[in-house]
Nanobody
Framework: QVQLVESGGGLVQAGESLRLSCTAS????????MKWFRQAPGKEREFVAS????????YYEDSVKGRFTISRDNAKNTVYLQMNSLKPEDTAVYYC??????????????WGQGTQVTVSS
């Protein structure tokens, strides 16, 4: 059983930055690939970024490439999403995901409760 807790969301103006954090319980954090998803009101869930268990491989959705950076600190059981040059289109609830597959969501994956990011223009 793994519990994930996101933090760092908030209200910012366009062009500003935020760093989201997701801290996991358990002793096997490094064995999980970690992913960030987001969901805006009335829209379907969207993939944002993924990082492998050891942190050596990353992958990003085209809309955030060059602006967002995913990283992890396995000693702290934490994955981060640094978000720069934020746009109103980035407004959504951001969810942390832990699973066995780097680029695939499975029913056995764990999810956090989400943190709200709102970008005003």
């Amino acid at each position: 059983q793994v519990q994930l807790v996101e933090s760092g969301g908030g209200l910012v103006q366009a062009g500003e930055s935020l760093r989201l954090s997701c801290t996991a319980s358990g002793r096997t954090f490094s064995s999980y690939a970690m992913k960030w998803f987001r969901q805006a009101p009335g829209k379907e869930r969207e993939f944002v970024a993924s990082i492998s268990g050891g942190g050596l491989s990353t992958y990003y959705e085209d809309s955030v490439k060059g602006r967002f950076t995913i990283s992890r600190d396995n000693a702290k059981n934490t994955v981060y999403l640094q978000m720069n040059s934020l746009k109103p289109e980035d407004t959504a609830v951001y969810y942390c995901n832990a699973g066995s597959r780097w680029l695939q969501v499975q029913p056995s994956d764990y999810w956090g409760q989400g943190t709200q990011v709102t970008v005003s223009s």
